[in-house]
């Protein structure tokens, strides 16, 4: 009997996480995309409010005026409420329906945050660049096998 050879080979480290990728992350963006088409869906973070720890940072002062990275920004309330506290904001999340709500809700904004579809592993930005990152919910997302690297994409962004 011939033996069929496979079409994917497995040598390398990143030769097995972009298998798993491929497996587990093949429809991400358009299950997010659904997700966030339905702004009536009764989901607590689709109300225009801010997590409470982070209205908490901010009114008790451990969080002041700086740079913020908002991951997985969503419909964009948490990037909102820092850049009217004065923050400059940049909110990211893979959703492009997320993305529209967001930019949709700034609109009025003096202090407009920059939303942009991307996943931190496509987010590109000077190290050291932020003062505050802010994750309400992207990290449990994230696939078991790239919490390393989301790590340390966040550490290179962090001002030191």
């Known amino acids: 009997m011939e033996r069929v050879p496979d079409d994917e080979i497995v040598i390398t480290n990143d030769d097995t996480l972009a298998m798993l990728d491929n497996i587990l992350e093949k429809r991400d963006c358009e299950w997010w995309d659904k997700f966030y088409s339905d702004r009536q869906k009764p989901i607590p973070f689709f109300k225009n409010a801010p997590d409470e720890c982070l209205i908490s940072y901010c009114t008790s002062h451990i969080l002041n005026k700086g740079k913020a990275l908002d991951i997985g920004c969503g419909n ?15 909110g990211i999340d893979i959703s492009d329906e997320a993305i529209k709500w967001a930019q949709e809700s700034s609109t009025n904004c003096v202090n407009k945050p920059i939303f942009k579809c991307q996943s931190i592993f496509e987010f590109k930005n000077k190290t050291n660049s932020f003062d505050f990152i802010n ?19 966040i550490l290179k962004y962090a001002e030191g």
């Not at 309400?136 to 690297?149: D, W, Y």
């Open 135 to 153: 994750d309400s919910g992207c990290f449990h997302h994230i696939k078991p096998h790239r919490r390393p690297q989301y790590f340390e994409s």
């Open 76 to 90: 964009g309330r948490n990037s909102l409420y820092l850049a009217k506290r004065g923050f400059d904001v940049v």
